[in-house]
């Protein structure tokens, strides 16, 4: 009798799992585009930030002429007055209360703050494009929350090797979140913090930020208590309308993402589990395997996967040169990083560290 191979075997089992989750994504909502029309009950865009003055001009020059709310985290450097100079209206925020985390509380406070009867929360980093406010609430209309995926901008050839073998990791566990009418488990729902849309008044009275206010992932943990309490979420494509340069560097991109991609404090230990195998026998194991003659057609046929999400994702990179193209090469140290992120969880940001 034939004996059965442990590694194809459970890249067998990862195959199948992985199409029936890339299967649904036939069908996908039409990315964000500018022109819609001005939201009725008025927007408020609220940003926090804690030492951002770096960063943050780009994004304020975008939202020229919007009613923005900064909620200057108790910042060391000269974010408010920056914020203030660009014609952003300037929270100072309050200390830090027991059991909170810290960007948590920013958003929380700006959501109390917020005068419009629709609120975007918008991460410093991000560089908007001036249509994108109506897009955006044009899209939520029919969620109880949205988040919007960004085109990336990565400066060095480094960080264009790296983000994309990071990026690819979330299609890889989670399938499109784009699809109409479908919704995602409580469990497996995700959003993207860097850009997320609500109504006010029903989002305040549900509770909130303090929903998630222990929790350092608290994008993907506000998605999965929405689903828990009956609500739905979408994702939308905004590539087209809203840019984002999130680290400086390569280094900073692999300590960054590395802290928060795995959502370890989000995410049960099993699920955990599963998403690690899925990462090393789906895209870390089948390039090397098949370099050193080991490889079937199995590990064949998940690279191609692999390499056709490389592709599908090249929209959301901006430059990408030979680098973005290369990016696949650094398939199995990122999946080691992130592994080891899974089992030993960073809860170091902004400078506070947070007990387990």
């Known amino acids: 009798m034939r004996r059965l191979r442990p590694v194809p075997a459970a890249q067998a089992v990862a195959a199948a799992v992985l199409a029936g989750r890339l299967a649904r994504g036939r069908r996908r909502r039409p990315p964000l585009a500018a022109g819609a029309p001005e939201p009725a009950g008025g927007v408020t865009v609220v940003v ?4 951002e003055e770096d960063r943050l001009g780009p994004c304020l020059a975008g939202l020229a002429g919007r009613d923005v709310l900064v909620v200057d985290d108790r910042s060391t450097d000269g974010t408010a007055a920056l914020a203030a100079s660009l014609g952003a209206r300037v929270l100072a925020g309050a200390p830090l209360p027991d059991g909170w985390r810290g960007k948590a509380w920013a958003l929380q406070q700006g959501l109390e703050a917020a005068t419009g009867d629709w609120v975007v929360f918008l991460d410093a980093d991000t560089r908007p494009a001036p249509g994108l406010i109506p897009a955006v609430v044009a899209a939520a ?27 690819v990791t979330l299609p890889l566990r989670f399938g499109p979140g784009d699809v109409p009418g479908w919704q995602p488990r409580p469990s497996r729902a ?8 609500v109504r006010r008044e029903p989002f305040l009275r549900a509770g909130g930020w303090a929903r998630v206010r222990g929790h350092l992932t608290e994008d993907v943990a506000l998605a999965r208590a929405v689903r828990r309490a009956g609500g739905t979420v979408g994702f939308a494509d905004g590539a087209d309308v809203l840019e984002v340069r999130m680290y400086g560097s390569a280094a900073e991109t692999w300590r960054g993402w590395g802290r928060s991609l795995m959502a370890p404090d989000a995410t049960t230990p099993a699920a955990q589990a599963g998403d690690v195998a899925l990462l090393w026998l789906a895209m870390a194991l089948p390039l090397p395997r098949l370099l050193l003659r080991r490889g079937t057609r199995l590990d064949a046929l998940l690279l191609l996967i692999r390499l056709a999400l490389h592709g599908a994702l090249a929209r959301s990179y901006r430059p990408r040169g030979l680098a973005y193209w290369l990016a696949p090469l650094s398939d199995v140290p990122v999946v080691g990083w992130l592994t080891w992120r899974a089992l030993r969880p960073d809860r170091t940001w902004r400078g506070r560290t947070y007990e387990e």
């Open 48 to 51: 926090p930030a804690r030492d």
């Open 141 to 167: 209309e029919d969620f109880d929350l949205l988040s919007v995926g960004p085109r990336f901008r990565c400066e060095g050839p480094a960080e264009r090797l790296l983000h994309p073998a990071m990026a």
């Open 190 to 197: 995700i959003a993207n913090g860097q850009c997320v849309v």
